[in-house]
Nanobody
Framework: VQLVESGGGLVQAGGSLRLSCAAP??????MAWFRQAPGKEREFVAG??????????ADSVKGRFTISISRDNAKNSVYLQMNSLKPEDTAVYYC???????????????WGQGTQVTVSS
């Protein structure tokens, strides 16, 4: 299963970016975004269940980031709208999908290859 992220880039502090993750061909129960900054461990950012009725956010992004999901039998996608970006948001952002529930642990079934987000001060 191939998850494909897009939408990363360079933005000034206070700006916005929208990340997309395509998860074609099958249904999952949970999808999430993680990030990994240089020299740091990969961390949970936000998660959403397949119906979109449950979301979870890391405290560091709550109120600034919004996760959403678009379901289509042929083309399912999850998005991360990132507003009021800070230099500490700089990281590689990864999309993850799981056949279980939304969780903050790293043991998701499927991962994308990541997209770089850089926030300049």
């Amino acid at each position: 299963v191939q998850l494909v992220e897009s939408g990363g880039g360079l933005v000034q502090a206070g700006g916005s970016l929208r990340l997309s993750c395509a998860a074609p061909g099958r249904s999952y129960y949970a999808m999430a975004w993680f990030r990994q900054a240089p020299g740091k461990e990969r961390e949970f950012v936000a998660g959403i269940n397949w119906s979109g009725g449950y979301t979870d956010y890391a405290d560091s992004v709550k109120g600034r980031f919004t996760i959403s999901i678009s379901r289509d039998n042929a083309k399912n996608s999850v998005y991360l709208q990132m507003n009021s970006l800070k230099p500490e948001d700089t990281a590689v952002y990864y999309c993850a999908a799981d056949r279980g529930t939304v969780k903050r642990r790293l043991d998701y079934d499927y991962w994308g290859q990541g997209t770089q987000v850089t926030v300049s001060s």
